[in-house]
């Protein structure tokens, strides 16, 4: 076997070996992308819905705040076991930081540590009977909430993702593009009908 004859076989050889090594490469990458994709989409879904539940929950005691018409002593005196049982959720919370500490970006870390902070801080605001604190912060609330959840859309580029299925879909489902025009010669109508051409 001559030289030549052995490079000949060893380029196509190396060429099959290079190009399977890349497309290998490229598929682990991709399933990579897919997996933290999944795992991030299922973080907010859960932290939209755990927060999203305790403003729920919190109404209900904002609703009670806002048409308590005794004093400052008896309200917290009344109130005590509600107290106890909103800050042990909003405490409770703070376990959705510490659990995708590690998959979210630094500022929607900041924003979730933010939203979980105001979550117990509007407990705490209950205590003022005759003002509109708790009233504020509970706007507050929602606007942090709201406003982490829109910047998680853009983390995940949902968006573009929805325009690109759209897309693929409408190609799916209307491959071809037909245009109808109504018939000019037939207006008066013959027999009322109006022809259709392409």
Known sequence: MTIKELISLLI???????VGVLVYWRENRKQFQEKIFEYKFQAYREIGEE???????????????QFYEGSKEEWLEESKDEF???????FALERLYYKNLILLPDDQLNRLRELTGRCVRHITVHHHLG????????????????????????DLSVNLINSSLNRRLSEQFYPINL??????????GDNGVDNVTD
């Open 12 to 18: 196509p050889l190396l060429s099959f070996i290079v």
């Open 51 to 65: 927060v999203g539940m305790y403003c729920q929950d919190v109404f209900n005691f904002l609703d009670s705040f």
């Open 84 to 90: 106890k049982e909103y800050y042990a959720k909003a």
């Open 131 to 154: 003002t509109d604190l708790p009233h504020t912060s509970y706007d507050m609330l929602l606007d942090m909430l709201y406003e982490f959840l829109e910047e998680g859309r853009k």
């Open 179 to 188: 245009k109808l025009q109504r018939s000019q010669k037939n207006n008066s």
